[in-house]
């Protein structure tokens, strides 16, 4: 065998290996979803959200869990379908959608009318899993033009599987949705 063969070989064998690790490592992926929720009857102008801004490093598709010792544990095989800030816009657009009559809420990638909409932006401050078994959102929200209001909202989730985080968030951000619709009515 000559060298040359020698290194073909190697070389072929190095890449059937990490064909197979990577066959090992197979990604589950997660959605955050809207709740269903009671229609308030609020009228007027209908609303948007248009900005969610989230703490640095947690606008990705890996889901992260805070640890006990401050740290975050990055789960890189168990993923967001999306990046989470346009997921947590679209749980929260919907959710109101849900609980508001039909037209009040101008989803994402609708056309605003020509009336305008009252635009909501939401800051989180945190919004994370862990390290007890709980969902946590501090967020900070405004109607483009009015007052600045706070919500901290804390969602029991039975364990820190990744499958219960993102139920958890899910029953969250409906939370926020009827915090800001008691805010509006």
């Known amino acids: 065998m000559t060298i040359r063969n020698a290194a073909l070989l190697l070389a072929a064998s190095m890449t059937l290996s990490a064909c197979g690790f990577m066959s090992r490592t197979k990604s589950s992926f997660y959605t955050i979803e809207p709740v269903p ?8 102008v209908p609303i ?20 006990a010792d401050g740290q975050l544990e990055i789960r890189e095989t168990q993923q967001w379908t999306a ?18 009559p039909e037209g009040m809420v101008i989803l994402p990638g609708q056309a605003i009318p ?19 078994n709980e969902i946590v959102i501090d967020v900070r929200w405004t109607i ?12 029991p ?18 939370t926020l949705a009827e915090r800001i619709l008691g805010r509006l009515g």
């Open 83 to 100: 990046l989470l800030e346009p997921s947590v816009l679209h749980a929260v657009a919907f959710n109101l959608a849900g609980r508001l």
């Open 144 to 155: 483009r033009g009015g007052a600045t209001h706070h919500e901290r909202i804390v969602t």
């Open 114 to 132: 020509a009336g305008g909409t009252r635009s909501i932006d939401l800051m989180f401050e945190e919004i994370v899993a862990g390290p007890a």
């Open 48 to 67: 948007a959200v248009d900005i969610v801004e989230l703490p640095p490093g947690f606008d990705r598709k890996e889901i992260v869990v805070r640890q």
């Open 157 to 174: 989730i039975s364990s820190l599987d990744s499958g219960e985080i993102a139920s958890g968030l899910s029953r969250a951000l409906a």
């Open 37 to 44: 929720g009671t229609v308030t009857a609020i009228q007027g």
